[in-house]
């Protein structure tokens, strides 16, 4: 009878003990939870961030076109991401281009593990940007690149030539990792378009690929916030690139206070 009233005693607080553990909000981790998982913007980083979106002219265009040959861009700058050989960017002619006579081309050569070759626009800084660009190529990796804060640290949307395959990809601290990935129709054309937007509705922020006028991904992620944009190129890359369109989505930035209720 004894032992029959200590176990009662027992089961009693074994309950009392998980419900005050769900009331104060303790919680077991879940089997796929990590300590070291990347730190999310927060609400006030984004706020002050968005302040210094680029501001000025609303729309920025490069065509290359006044450009001189066999030079990088005026207003970019090139960063190298991992091992492989240097490579060059550099204004050339394409007659066939989508706005002729100039187009920026690269050649990219990369070994094992991460290797990007970016093209950034030097002062154009966005929390949350619409990009677009015409390329051209038959082999390697290439797309735009946004949040960039340095050579280890941005966000990159891109397609792979030789596999038809569109990525979205996160670099943080030079670690490489694929938020989403998806096969690609790309269409029957030389030249191809690429567009990335960042984009944010109530709390949740995301990012959306387009490739040939088709959404082909859409995912969420809001670890990276305000930083610099351009191109990229990695894998055994021969890739042309011409227009490219840099916007802040300015529906974002809202006209007036809210009102304070």
């Known amino acids: 009878m004894a032992l029959s009233q200590r176990s009662r005693r027992v089961a009693m607080i074994g309950s009392k003990v998980f419900w005050i553990c769900l ?9 796929g939870d990590r300590a070291d998982a990347v730190q999310r913007e927060t ?12 501001k000025g002219g609303l729309f920025q265009r490069w065509a290359f076109d006044q450009d001189p040959l066999n030079q990088t861009p005026a207003g970019f700058l090139e960063m190298a991401v991992g091992k492989g050989r240097p490579v060059a960017w550099t204004v050339q002619t394409s007659m066939n281009a989508p706005s ?11 070994g094992v593990g991460p290797c990007y070759h970016l093209l950034i626009a030097k002062g154009l800084n966005y929390e949350y940007p619409d990009l677009s660009v015409r390329f051209r190529g038959s082999q390697g990796i290439g797309g735009i690149v946004f949040g960039v804060r340095d050579s280890e640290n941005f966000y990159a949307t891109v397609v792979d030539l030789a596999t038809s395959t569109a990525r979205v990809i996160r670099m943080m601290e030079g670690n490489e990792q694929v938020l989403a990935q998806t ?61 490219f369109h840099a916007a802040p989505l300015f529906s974002h930035r809202p006209l007036s206070p809210p009102p304070a209720y």
Do not use: Y
């Not at 609400?43 to 680029?54: F, G, H, T, V, W």
């Not at 002729?100 to 990369?110: G, I, L, Q, R």
């Not at 690609?184 to 984009?199: D, F, G, I, M």
């Not at 995301?206 to 959404?215: A, K, R, S």
């Open 43 to 54: 609400q006030e980083e984004k706020e002050s961030r968005l302040k210094q979106q680029a």
């Open 100 to 110: 002729p006579p100039n187009v920026v081309a690269v050649s990219a050569d990369c």
């Open 23 to 31: 009331v104060v909000g303790w919680s077991i981790p879940a089997v």
């Open 183 to 243: 096969s690609v129709s790309l269409k029957n054309t030389e030249w191809h378009s690429l567009r990335a937007q960042r984009n944010t509705i109530i709390s949740k922020d995301f990012i959306e690929m387009f490739v040939d006028g088709v959404l082909v991904l859409s995912v969420e992620d809001q670890t990276l916030g305000l930083g610099q944009v351009g191109l990229v190129a990695g894998g055994k890359a021969s890739l042309s690139f011409d227009i």
